[in-house]
């Protein structure tokens, strides 16, 4: 089961920020945050991941509280193609191998022109 | 440096048939994931495959499914005598995995549809 908390669904205006919140109150401490989004149709795309520090590559940033249970997602100026169901998900890494995914429900930003 | 690959990307077949799908991973990626999204509904994790091994296959239905990866060549995952429940998305996975924390990278699926 997902241990996740995220809104259903969102609205952003198209050039603005999108900040995408994501609560995991039961977080371990040798589990990341993962982010995911899926357009409709096709597979799950990769964002971005942390552990404990902020953490930012080209497509967003993710900002996780100093005690690790909720985590924000930033799509700095979105787009219209940024319309997808994003996924905050814990994964735990046990070091030796790699663990997989467990998708929870999602929360569906819809960006409005 | 090519994405995950699934193959075909649409199968149709009817009640009974056998269904075949394949996933040749990432370039220098030795996990395969295998996940299934009904319609409407979120992605399942189905199995997790390194070469020549099945590490997780909590997630596969305990008949008519079967997954491998071999030495050489793509993941494969099976479906003996599909039933019209089968039809859905399923998704491939593939990681490097090792000592640091490694993404998942996912293929654009298979949707098979049963008749």
């Known amino acids: 089961d997902a241990k996740t908390t995220q809104p259903p669904s969102m609205d952003c205006a198209e050039g603005r920020a999108a900040n995408l919140p994501c609560n995991h109150s039961?977080?371990?401490?040798?589990?990341?945050v993962y982010w995911y989004r899926q357009i409709h149709s096709q597979g799950p795309q990769y964002i971005i991941h942390?552990?404990?520090n902020n953490e930012t590559n080209e497509m967003a940033s993710l900002i996780i509280t100093e005690d690790r249970k909720s985590s924000t997602l930033i799509l700095p100026h979105a787009t219209l193609r940024d319309t997808a169901v994003y996924y905050c998900?814990?994964?735990?890494?046990?070091?030796?191998?790699?663990?997989?995914?467990?998708f929870g429900k999602g929360t569906h930003l819809i960006i409005q022109p | 440096n090519a994405g995950v690959m699934q193959n075909p990307r649409h199968l149709v077949r009817r009640r009974g048939q056998e269904a075949r799908l394949r996933c040749s991973p990432m370039k220098g990626h030795s996990h395969v994931y295998w996940y299934r999204q009904l319609p409407e509904e979120g992605l399942k994790f189905m199995v997790y495959?390194?070469?020549?091994?099945?590490?997780?296959e909590s997630g596969m239905p305990k008949e008519r499914f079967s997954a491998e990866f071999p030495k050489e060549g793509p993941s494969i995952l099976r479906i003996q005598q599909v039933v019209r429940g089968d039809s859905a998305a399923y998704f491939c996975?593939?990681?490097?995995?090792?000592?640091?924390?490694?993404?998942?990278?996912f293929g654009n699926g298979t949707r098979l549809t049963v008749t």
């Open positions: 495959l390194q070469k020549e091994n099945i590490i997780d």
């Open positions: 942390g552990l404990k």
């Open positions: 998900i814990v994964r735990p890494y046990s070091g030796g191998g790699a663990d997989g995914l467990t």
């Open positions: 996975a593939s990681s490097l995995g090792g000592p640091r924390p490694s993404p998942l990278h």
């Open positions: 039961t977080i371990s401490g040798n589990e990341y």
